[in-house]
């Protein structure tokens, strides 16, 4: 799988990069967790979208990170597009449509317990 | 006879059906990343199905921070996600030292490839650990609540709306329920569930005699706090519409909210603790095979990379499980 390869050839930047990745990763998850402790007021107050700006920020986080694990640490930044292609569109695709059915549904549910007729509890 | 198959003039290119990997790929490789596309739609629908029942019940979930507020060593005090940013740490060093492990094998370097994913190995078994302890804690619970005879979860607060436990407010009547041990009793059988440590009747006789007693509805405000209910409204409501007393956590019901809530966590976080497991029982794995020499024989350490790449997902979906149970 020599070919595969291409980034043994400059041997310290692959190590270089790792710690990179993980120090990046790292002050990302310590400004999700102070942000998770201290909540600010308007962040919280300020809807966007059926979210609160702190849970946008905190999948925006996410995702980032998400990415830098799938890039650096499983190599996806050194295969090729066909192969990046076909995993991340595809699962891209499908988890996106599956949590907006689902947070839809979950939506109307909700809004159906709050102003439907009907007690639910007793 | 090689004119059996016919040549369409168009191997050398990409897609052309030459003897090259369209993808530069090898075949265990592009498998492993087909698995995980299709692993990551399995926990994306457990993370929807969350998020669905989550929007269900936005005005009365549970609060993250007052759930999982314990750490080790730290009795009693109040630390919300310290310990779950921890392993979350764990977990990403873990990752890390996987993939200087791969890359140690990408330049055959043996005896590298065996210290970093013993490392992992190690940084593997002390987040399944972590997971252990923080479910036990989820199980046992700190407080207790009491149920309503519609299913919703009531606790209990002083006047300062600092929590109670439901060992603070009962009163021991007497006459009770007890224990019976196997020496004690001819025939014996358990209970379909454990009793609570205190009745319903002593819990409601202890929050009759303390007037500071207040109760604590699921219902959030407008500042995202749980309501408080009056003196007055406490009363009505344990008196009319008490059902049971509720200690920790399983499938049916749970001291922290709806039902679902402990459920999903026990599915969703199981889930992934069964993932790290088998994770881990593949690093073991090959990390003999390192051991014995059997990579370096082959000439390749891919097998490394590919159990990497099965590693890293792992990682991978716990940070979106870290956003989605602790964070939001």
Redesign the interface.
């Known amino acids: 799988?020599a070919?595969?390869?291409t980034?043994?050839k400059n041997?310290n930047s692959?190590?270089k990069r790792?710690?990179t990745v993980?120090v990046i990763?790292?002050i990302v998850?310590?400004v999700?967790?102070v942000?998770?402790?201290f909540?600010p007021d308007f962040l919280?107050h300020t809807d966007f979208v059926y979210l609160s700006l702190l849970?946008w920020i905190?999948?925006l986080?996410?995702i980032y990170?998400?990415y830098y694990?799938?890039w650096?640490?499983?190599?996806m930044e050194h295969?090729?597009k066909?192969?990046r292609r076909?995993?991340i569109w595809?699962?891209g695709f499908?988890?996106i449509y599956?949590?907006f059915i689902?947070?839809t549904?979950?939506?109307y549910?909700?809004e159906v317990?709050?102003n439907g007729f009907v007690a639910?509890?007793? | 006879m090689e004119t059996a198959v016919a040549k369409t003039g168009t191997e050398s290119k990409?897609w052309g059906g030459g003897p090259k990997s369209?993808?530069?790929?090898?075949y265990g490789?592009?498998m492993m990343?087909?698995f995980?596309?299709s692993d990551?739609?399995t926990f994306?629908?457990f993370?929807?199905?969350y998020?669905?029942?989550?929007?269900?019940?936005?005005?009365e979930w549970p609060i993250a921070?007052e759930v999982f507020n314990h750490f080790p060593f730290l009795h009693g005090v109040d630390a919300?996600?310290?310990y779950v940013?921890l392993m979350?740490?764990i977990l990403?060093?873990s990752?890390?030292t996987?993939?200087?492990a791969?890359?140690a094998g990408?330049?055959m370097q043996k005896g590298k490839v065996t210290t970093y994913l013993f490392l992992t190995i190690i940084g593997g078994l002390i987040f399944l650990g972590s997971q252990a302890w923080e479910w036990k804690n989820f199980i046992n619970g700190t407080y207790g609540a009491v149920k309503?005879?519609?299913?919703?979860i009531v606790q209990f607060v002083d006047t300062q709306g600092e929590r109670l436990a439901i060992a603070d407010v009962a009163q021991a009547l007497p006459g009770q329920r007890v224990h019976q041990k196997p020496s004690e009793a001819i025939w014996y059988s358990f209970d379909e569930r454990d009793i609570p440590t205190y009745s319903l009747e002593e819990v409601k006789k202890g929050f009759m005699a303390n007037e500071d007693i207040l109760v604590r509805i699921q219902t959030l405000d407008d500042r995202?706090q749980k309501v408080i209910l009056s003196r007055d409204k406490s009363i009505s409501l344990i008196e009319n519409q008490a059902a049971g007393v509720v200690e920790g956590a399983n499938l049916t019901e749970n001291e922290y909210g709806p039902p679902l809530f402990a459920d999903f966590f026990f599915f969703i976080t199981g889930f992934h603790g069964f993932h790290v497991s088998i994770g881990v029982m593949l690093n073991i794995i090959i990390f003999f095979n390192v051991l014995i020499g059997t990579y370096e024989k082959r000439g390749?350490y891919?097998m490394v990379?590919k159990v990497?790449?099965y590693w890293?997902?792992v990682?991978?979906v716990w940070?979106?499980v870290?956003?989605f149970f602790?964070?939001?």
């Open positions: 799988m070919e595969t390869n980034h043994t041997d692959a190590v790792i710690w993980f990763l790292s998850t310590i999700e967790v942000l998770g402790i909540r919280v849970n905190f999948i986080l996410t990170k998400a694990i799938v650096a640490f499983m190599h295969e090729t066909g192969l076909a995993i595809t699962s499908l988890i599956l949590v689902f947070l549904e979950g939506n549910i909700y317990m709050k639910w509890d007793f | 990409t369209p993808l530069k790929v090898s490789k592009l990343w087909v995980l596309a990551s739609l994306s629908g993370l929807a199905s998020g669905l029942i989550r929007f269900k019940f936005s005005d921070d919300p996600m310290y940013a979350t740490f990403i060093f990752s890390v996987m993939v200087l791969v890359d990408h330049k309503t005879k519609g299913g919703n995202g390749s891919e990379e990497g790449l890293h997902f990682d991978l940070v979106f870290f956003t602790y964070l939001v």
